[in-house]
């Protein structure tokens, strides 16, 4: 830049010079020798200008091309980086898709493993009742047996009944060992759901992890976490895990109302329905509808329960049994009448055992309803089992239910109507209740439910009565 400027400077000074004299008069012609030397100095200030000018303007060249140079080196490396981002965002995407696949996989697994623990609850409730019609069938064979025996001490026992009986015995050991192999699947079927679950959470959060690193900075990025999917990982499972009631279910965290497998004290594992409202869950015992559902059954089907739990149903009172002997109970009754009122009630109850024909105590009351139950000590009787004392309201009204001295007065496993009865005598044969001043209500539908007093909240009012019933 100073050699430039030099020049720009005496450029102008040899000009001017250059122009004085091509114009100098005629009597200046005797100085020429003098002018051409002049010149001749001032040709040789300019050309070592002109060098120097060279030499800076090549000193310029090299310093922009080193420049231009570093530029370029530059955009490699900033080329090489953005390359390096785009290979990692593929990479992210990738693993995106990768774990979304996955996810759709373990969902598609949680599904089947749902599936098969509803067919195994099937097939555990259909081994259930052929293990108790074998036992049954057992129990009538040995009673023959006995009689046989008795009556002919002498005669050496027959080989068919032998065979029968010991072929009986057979039977009864596979369908024990098929039922506690049916229970351990049920366990590990539960344990994998929970695995599922877990494996779910695991993925959601990385998934949320790898949205917010499509940002990527620059700078070097840390190394991404692989997902440990510990599917092998398997934890101690005990017999309590099976729930004891439809409370238990619900404090794990089971919220649907549904159908769920109990094992109440020292029983089998069986079916029952919960009823999951106002934030608690209740065990149903009993559920009318439709009539679908004959109620008009035997003593040992009371025992033993019959009819479908999505539907018509009674749970059988020795599964009530069982359940009830773990803690206190609250029995809580829901009705609703041919004009769609609704109502409920609920007793502290104490309910006995077969030897007792099932006595029912009855120890609170409260609700939107007054009291149907006269006496607070009940019996339970069947049209093929009359407790004794019992009168004949087994013989005069349909069902089985818990009786006194008094009939008529309420009944919920009575004849289904499909409509409102017309008369007072079809009111008492099917499902009524009658208050303390005397009326007698035909019902539409009921439930029968239980639920542990001791349990925190179980108070829960669906009462949308029109007129209270007094």
């Known amino acids: 830049m100073y050699t430039i400027k030099l020049f720009l400077l005496i450029a102008p000074l040899v000009i001017s010079s250059t122009i004085e004299r091509d114009y100098l008069p005629l009597d200046s012609v005797s100085s020429e020798p003098k002018s051409r030397f002049a010149m001749l100095d001032d040709v040789k200030i300019l050309a070592n200008g002109l060098l120097q000018l060279g030499h800076g303007l090549k000193d310029f060249v090299h310093k922009t091309k080193g420049q231009i140079n570093d530029i370029f080196q530059k955009l490699n490396i900033f080329d090489q980086s953005f390359y390096d981002l785009s290979q990692q965002a593929s990479e992210i995407k990738q693993e995106e898709k990768e774990l979304r696949r996955t996810t759709s996989k373990l969902q598609a697994k949680n599904e089947e493993v749902k599936n098969m623990s509803l067919e195994l609850n099937s097939k555990l409730e259909d081994l259930l009742e052929e293990k108790i019609l074998l036992q049954e069938k057992m129990r009538y064979l040995e009673e023959q047996l006995t009689k046989f025996i008795k009556n002919q001490p002498e005669t050496q026992e027959h080989p068919e009944v032998t065979s029968l009986k010991t072929f009986v015995e057979q039977q009864d050991n596979n369908i024990k060992d098929l039922l506690q192999s049916v229970e351990e699947q049920y366990r590990q079927l539960n344990q994998q759901n929970r695995q599922i679950k877990e494996i779910e959470e695991q993925l959601r959060r990385i998934d949320t992890q790898g949205l917010s690193e499509n940002s990527i900075s620059p700078k070097s990025r840390a190394p991404r976490a692989a997902l440990a999917l510990h599917l092998n990982e398997t934890k101690d499972a005990e017999c309590n895990d099976i ?95 041919w004009e769609d009122n609704k109502f409920y009630l609920e007793y502290s109850f104490h309910l006995g055992n077969h030897e007792t024909n099932y006595r029912l105590q009855l120890v609170e009351i ?26 004949g309201c087994t013989e005069s009204y349909s069902g089985g239910w818990w009786w006194r001295d008094v009939c008529g007065e309420n009944s919920l496993n009575g004849k289904y109507s499909k409509s409102r009865a017309k008369s007072k005598a079809e009111e008492r044969g099917g499902i009524c209740w009658k208050t303390q001043d005397g009326k007698l209500y035909s019902i539409k539908s009921t439930k029968m439910m239980i639920h542990p007093r001791d349990s925190g909240k179980h108070r829960m009012n669906r009462g949308n009565s029109r007129k209270p019933i007094n």
């Open 243 to 337: 729930p004891a009631d439809c409370t238990t279910i619900f404090n794990r965290g089971e919220r649907p109302s549904g159908i769920y497998s109990i094992r109440a004290g020292n029983s089998q594992m069986f079916n029952v329905y919960c009823d999951v409202t106002s934030g608690t869950s209740w065990t149903l015992i009993q559920r009318r509808t439709d009539g679908s559902q004959n109620f008009n059954e035997t003593w040992e089907n009371y025992k033993r329960g019959f009819g479908r739990l999505e539907g018509e149903f009674w749970l059988g009172l020795e599964k009530i049994y069982s359940i009830v002997q773990q803690s206190t109970y609250i029995l809580r009754i829901e009705l609703e009448d």
């Open 366 to 391: 409260t609700g939107n309803v007054t009291n149907a139950f006269l006496e607070k000590d009940l019996v339970f009787s069947t049209w093929d089992h009359k407790a004794e004392g019992q009168t």
